[in-house]
């Protein structure tokens, strides 16, 4: 179920998915600027940056089944084989930080295996 709130400058999306699904949130923009994908846990902790526009997949980003797909003015944050790890809030930043915000909650249901 995923819920917009398309009258307001920023939006919210939820999502929930089992274990091993690949999840989508797309993030459209109008401005040329790039944009800023983060990930925190639940609303009191830390952000951890996953994509800074032109610097691509950073640290947290890379070491993750992570990806964005770029495509005029649409940056996408892939996550492949989602966990339970995987559940929290991802939020997309507009022109590198100081535009709009697009925030997307994801709960992720079933057993993650650690090998």
């Not at 939820?14 to 091993?20: L, Q, S």
């Not at 892939?78 to 559940?87: A, H, K, L, P, R």
Request: hydrophobic content about 35%; overall charge negative; some cysteine.
């Amino acid at each position: 179920m995923c819920c917009a709130f398309s009258d307001l400058p920023d939006s919210y999306y939820y999502r929930t998915a089992n274990v091993g699904q690949t999840v989508k949130f797309p993030c459209h923009t109008k401005l040329p600027e790039n944009v800023n994908w983060v990930h925190f846990d639940d609303m009191q902790s830390a952000e951890k940056f996953i994509y800074l526009g032109d610097n691509g997949l950073v640290a947290f980003g890379r070491n993750r089944p992570f990806a964005v797909l770029d495509r005029n003015h649409s940056y996408t944050l892939v996550i492949s084989n989602v966990t339970v790890n995987d559940s929290g809030y991802y939020r997309c930043d507009e022109d590198n930080g100081l535009g709009n915000r697009h925030f997307f909650g994801l709960t992720v249901q079933g057993i993650s295996f650690i090998s």
